[in-house]
């Protein structure tokens, strides 16, 4: 039975005209709190040092640092970030001549205050540059304008022959008679380069352009480990950007991550982000990476091709369910077949649009709190073939779901997620441990009494209380201790009364990963010859 078919309510200012239908009492949709959970701002970047040098500092100050993930000590005015997790890139203006530096460069003295340790083997180039503060693929605070290098910072020697010193061969007057020492100073046996100043930037190394698109640039990959073929990694894309500067197509098609010669299988990773810069594509790597990448082999993401009809497709991910439909097979313990308690319908919403849809309209599952009472919903995938307990060097499985909700209950209720062997036994499922978890992170606790009849501690989501807290999206990075392992959600109410609380989810996928997650910037813009 669709949510909608249950709960008519009068229309909210944004369905008028329509048959009014909610799946929650509370028929207010609009100012509700931003979706954004870190709150990071940056205010402004003070340089520590020169930066036509190859070494300064920049103090960043602004907000919310102590959001992220983070370990400080505010006492001791010292800290550092506690994982690889949070990066600092800077780049010029145009995305070029891209740096990212890692957690051994970040020190964080208090959540106003940040220092970035820039050090460089040489100077940068000229330019005025941006600076990203990065946590796994979002961006959570950027500053366009936060610093400037004036001087020329070239590789080469800018046309100024950096030998030794020339012998200029003027000593002092001997009045004709050689009775001094010989002069023992170095020759100049180098050749003064005569050419224009080289301002470019180096060989990317990626050869010949494919096909007829007419941009490239090199996916610069940082990872302490080999990436072994079928693994997926996810490619950041300027998306926005390249639409802004007429260089690319708005629905993406031709847009292609190549491995070589190779074009790589991808799909989205959030197809929302289709037209902005936080667009990326996670693609299946087709040969493995050794540590320092191979020659010949390396990535590079192709754009600029109007004629190309590059197609995305769900076959990366090891898992995928984009609730266009009525989830099918259900049938209890059946392996190849969901588990659907009554509480959890398709309905009427979907990822990236923050408000309720017409009757009907139905892209998501909700789980609804309409009995009084202990009540135990539970919604459980087939057992995942494509998931193993096992699998293999340097992998870990990604989990991504987009979720919203509301909970007018507060402590009384929560949802979470774990895993089981099958879809029907709920009581001994494992739990995903709270570190593993990035994004709208599962921060409630509830105690409630399993279908065993004992007491059960679990970790899970709460929403907004009086309103709806549209989409956010939370990330787990774990390898399951069940071999082919039964995805469950389970929404749990302990009060005895209806209230119509909810929790929604949507585009839910799994990956093939690659653990440590390895880090990775787009190098500068190449132009087809």
């Known amino acids: 039975m669709l949510l909608s078919a249950r709960l008519p309510i009068p229309p909210s200012p944004l369905q008028r005209g329509s048959a009014g239908i909610l799946f929650l009492l509370s028929a207010t949709v609009l100012g509700c709190p931003s979706t954004n959970a870190d709150g990071v701002r940056i205010l402004a970047v003070e340089v520590v040092g020169d930066t036509n040098n190859a070494e300064f500092d920049l103090e960043v100050q602004g907000r919310g640092f102590g ?22 890139r800077i780049s010029q203006q145009n995305g070029g001549n891209a740096r990212i530096f890692k957690k051994s460069a970040i020190t964080v003295q208090s959540p106003q205050l940040l220092k970035v340790a820039i050090r460089l083997n040489e100077p940068l180039v000229q330019g005025i540059y941006r600076l990203e503060l990065i946590e796994g693929m979002t961006t959570l605070a950027e500053e366009t304008a936060a610093f400037e290098v004036t001087g020329d ?53 990626l050869g010949p352009f494919v096909g007829n698109y007419a941009y490239r640039r090199s996916v610069e990959l940082t990872s302490t480990v080999e990436i072994p073929a079928g693994a997926t990694l996810v490619v ?35 197809a929302n982000a289709l037209g902005t810069d936080t667009l990326a594509a996670v693609v299946r790597v087709a040969r493995a990476i050794p540590v320092g990448g191979t020659a010949g082999d390396a990535l590079a993401v192709y754009y600029g091709d109007p004629a190309a009809t590059n197609v995305p497709g769900d076959g990366v991910f090891a898992f995928i369910e984009r609730f266009e439909a009525p989830v099918s097979p259900i049938n209890q313990g059946n392996d190849g077949a969901w588990f659907k308690a009554d509480n959890w319908v398709h309905c009427n919403a979907q990822n990236g649009v923050n408000q309720v849809l017409a009757n009907g309209d139905n892209h998501s599952y909700c789980a609804l709190d309409r009995s009084g009472g202990l009540a135990r919903s539970t919604l459980a995938t087939p057992r995942q073939t494509q998931m193993s307990n096992a699998p293999g060097a340097n ?46 992170l599962p921060d409630g606790q509830l105690t409630f009494r399993d279908s065993d009849n004992q007491n059960r501690l679990v970790q899970g989501w ?68």
Do not use: C
Request: glycine residues 12%.
């Open 67 to 88: 959001l992220t993930n983070l370990v400080y000590d505010v006492s001791a005015g010292t800290g550092t970030s506690s994982t690889a997790e949070l990066t600092a």
């Open 153 to 205: 910072g070239k590789r080469p020697d800018g046309g100024v022959d950096a030998g030794p010193p020339v012998d200029t061969g003027v000593g002092s007057p001997d009045g004709g008679l050689d009775g001094g020492p010989g002069d023992t100073g170095p020759i100049d046996t180098g050749i003064d380069d005569a050419g224009p100043p080289d301002s470019g930037e180096p060989d990317s190394g």
């Open 236 to 270: 950041p894309l300027l998306h926005g950007t390249w639409i802004a500067e007429s260089k690319a197509e708005t629905d993406g098609r031709d847009i292609r991550v190549y491995q070589g010669g190779t074009p790589l299988d991808f799909q989205w990773a959030d």
């Open 395 to 440: 992998l870990i499985y990604e989990m991504s779901i987009w979720m919203a909700g509301q909970t007018p209950d507060g402590l009384e209720d929560l949802t979470y997620f774990s895993y089981g062997d099958n879809n029907e036994t709920f009581q001994d499922t494992v739990d995903v441990p709270l570190a593993n978890w990035q994004g709208l």
């Open 462 to 529: 709460r929403f907004t209380p009086a309103a709806i807290q549209w989409w956010q999206r939370s990330i787990a990075r774990f390898v399951p201790s069940i071999d082919q392992p039964s995805l469950h959600f389970r929404h749990v109410s302990t009060d005895n009364s209806s209230n119509n609380g909810a929790a929604l989810i949507d585009d839910w996928w799994v990956r093939l990963a690659v653990e440590p997650k390895p880090v990775l910037v787009l190098g500068p813009e190449e132009v087809m010859p």
